[in-house]
């Protein structure tokens, strides 16, 4: 009784009511203007009129569908909720940091613009990959770059905290989400101790992915302790397009020496301290040398959008690198809703039409759009030995009802669908033919692709991928293969459903 008292009386509650209010209110105010009136002819036309606006769209052909379904079906509702929720309508001061960002990266790119060239000579169908990131974004390659990977939180967090205990200069800190516990305990004591000794501390949480995990005046606290703190796209009870777009990236910066990245947020259950949806698969990688730089620059770039402050000096954040002899090369890279191009769902299409021996993806969600499911499938039917593993014990009852509507379709097709036994699998890699791999914060789903900020590194004859494949083999053992025959003794009602709930995934 008293978990349900206080889910009720929750921020999140509360302000979800609210929305939900004003948008009951809204629709109802409209339809009863429309009968008034006599305007359901009008209605209808309108409707129709978007439909062929949002058919004409350069958007994801699932996403129209979902929502031409919902327009036609209900004229004054349809249409007053596409122009209320569908658009990417971004603020202005957003572009300020990811314009910044982009001349920065082009900074980057201009200290060695050889090394493409170099890649070429080694292997030209390569280098197409990495020349998607550089055309997108302005992305730069690295050699000079040593990576770790970690298969699991618990694995990454000590030497995470030992790496903030070396910081001398600066510590850059962006997570979707942050949570009360002793992970955070441990990383908050230590941020104290370097910001008195005269490190800077920057700290950047989505406010949404920390809803009801932080106390609501966090980022002041924070700021008295000398961290300074910004909360990305705060949560208010009002009808605004952009609460759509979060920040999902999780980038740890240290004297632009060392980054992190990949799926790993900062909660006791990444860690498997505490065990919510079973044992916590997950991924991240460590970088030392000079690829760290793009991380830094990331950062920097949500950085001058929240603080608003125009005399952010980047080469500050940017002094030479340790000089690291690795192997392979690295093209960190992130995606924003705030230009056209679909980065994470580009770099996934790229790596998945290349393979040609075997790809292997590690998703938590498994919510395909047109392109990445025909492309997975053509894979697969080509010979290419397709695997994905997804959570057994899912964490969003619905979001997983729409997985598994995908399974058929796939294994038909000759991919091979696993499900994680022993808890909730929440890596984001790819990795294909022992020479190509990709870590970082993407899901397989719409929201990943279209609307949020995410981050990620493309790795190509790296060591990295030979661990991966590895650690995905293994996590194999430990799963179940789902079959044909598993998805036909699935209840009729439950496959309607699934159906269902397909048709309108991309709204989710």
Partial sequence: MRRILKFLVSRMTIVALLIVLQMVLLLMWLYRMTIAYEL??????????????????????????????????????????????????????????????????QTLLNQDPAIHEQLGKERNDIRKLFDYGLKASNFPVYRNTEATYFGSGEEMFPVFLE?????????????????????????????????????????????????????RRFYQQMNELGIETYRFNRIRPALIIQMNNRDHRKICVIDNKVGFTGGINLADEYMNRIRRYGYWKDSAVMLKGEAVRSLTVMFLGMYTYLSQKNDIVYSDYLPDCDTVIGDGWYQPFSDTP????????????NITNHAVKYLYIDTPYLILNQDMRTALRLAAMNGVDVRILVPHIPDKRIVYSITRSNYQTLINAGIRIYEYLPGFNHAKCMVSDDELALIGSINTDYRSYFLHFEAGVLMYNSRLAEEMKQDFLHALSQSHEVTSADCARVNRLVRTYRALLKVFAPLF
């Avoid at 992970?183 to 949404?208: H, M, P």
């Avoid at 705030?338 to 299409?349: F, N, P």
């Fill in 163 to 215: 790496e903030l205990k070396k910081a001398e200069k600066f510590i850059l800190m962006e997570y979707f989400i942050i949570d009360k516990g002793s992970v955070w305990d441990e990383v908050l004591g230590i941020l104290k101790e370097k910001t008195a000794q005269g490190v800077q501390v920057k700290l950047i949480y989505d406010d949404f992915g920390c809803l009801e995990k932080l106390p």
């Fill in 338 to 349: 705030t230009d056209e191009a679909d980065v994470s769902l580009s770099m996934h299409l």
């Fill in 40 to 105: 359901l002819s009008l209605a209808n036309l309108l409707s129709l009129l978007t439909v062929v606006y949002v058919v004409n769209l350069e958007e994801d052909g699932s996403y129209k569908i979902a929502w031409s379904i919902l327009i036609l079906a209900a004229p004054v509702i349809g249409t007053a909720l596409y122009l209320l929720c569908a658009g990417k309508k971004m603020p202005k001061k957003l572009f300020k940091g990811t314009t910044q960002c982009d001349q920065e990266m």
